[in-house]
């Protein structure tokens, strides 16, 4: 089963908008990631925020992260065609080895 | 060239073949990881390993296995490969670093399908 689910499935915006993708997960982190994956390639890694931070920015890149409610968000603000991608949480959960669990990821297109 | 490789990079065969994927990493990782991708799935993590004698299962190992052949060789085998084992194969490392689980980085991926 998935620890992260990603909601929503799918997301079009036109660009210059802002994009907002939400995670959440099952059981205790030490810190939760965000990935991003063009159209059947590799994942590249955006961003990590651990359990005891409540924000971290990247570029145009924003992620919050609520472990009462065991939930993040990531907001991609002046979105870009090329922003056009499939973006995925991933959670290292606490008291297991160092691996990541992935969510099922949301679609994001950005049209003109 | 990619710091992580995996080939082959796509690969159709038949039922009951024995296939074999290979990554290779030149960023000095100890951990190195194979996940598979089924659409609408995301990733779910096959075998892991921490160093050469170190190799767990996943979340979904059956009907595969693996050899750490040097730090940086990690292999997947199918041995007898079936078609719901059709799917895009990912070979990712990381550094142990400070995080318990830090930065993943993945090859191109290794498109598989079983007639």
């Known amino acids: 089963s998935q620890q992260g689910e990603e909601d929503p499935q799918a997301l079009s915006i036109q660009e210059g908008e802002n994009a907002t993708m939400n995670c959440s997960y099952k059981t205790s982190i030490n810190n939760l990631q965000w990935y991003r994956q063009n159209s059947g390639r590799g994942l590249v890694h955006l961003i990590l925020i651990r359990s005891n931070e409540r924000e971290k920015h990247s570029g145009r890149l924003r992620v919050t992260l609520d472990t009462s409610k065991k939930s993040s968000s990531l907001l991609i603000t002046a979105s870009r065609a090329a922003d056009t991608a499939s973006y995925f949480c991933?959670?290292?959960?606490?008291?297991?080895?160092?691996?990541?669990?992935f969510g099922t990821g949301t679609r994001l297109q950005v049209t003109l | 060239d990619a710091d992580v490789t995996q080939t082959p990079r796509n690969r159709i065969t038949k039922t009951g073949k024995r296939i074999m994927l290979e990554c290779s990493q030149t960023?000095?990782?100890?951990?190195m990881y194979w996940y598979r991708q089924d659409p609408g799935l995301g990733l779910q993590l096959i075998y892991y390993s921490f160093d050469v004698k170190d190799i767990n299962k996943g979340e979904i190992s059956d009907g595969y296995s693996v050899s750490r052949q040097a730090q940086a060789k990690f292999s997947l085998s199918l041995e007898s490969a079936i078609p719901n084992q059709t799917a895009l194969y990912f070979c990712a490392t990381s550094d142990a670093g400070t995080e318990n689980t830090g930065e993943l980085f993945f090859g191109e991926g290794s498109r598989l399908t079983v007639l």
């Open positions: 960023k000095g990782h100890d951990r």
């Open positions: 991933a959670t290292d959960m606490t008291g297991t080895a160092s691996k990541l669990t």
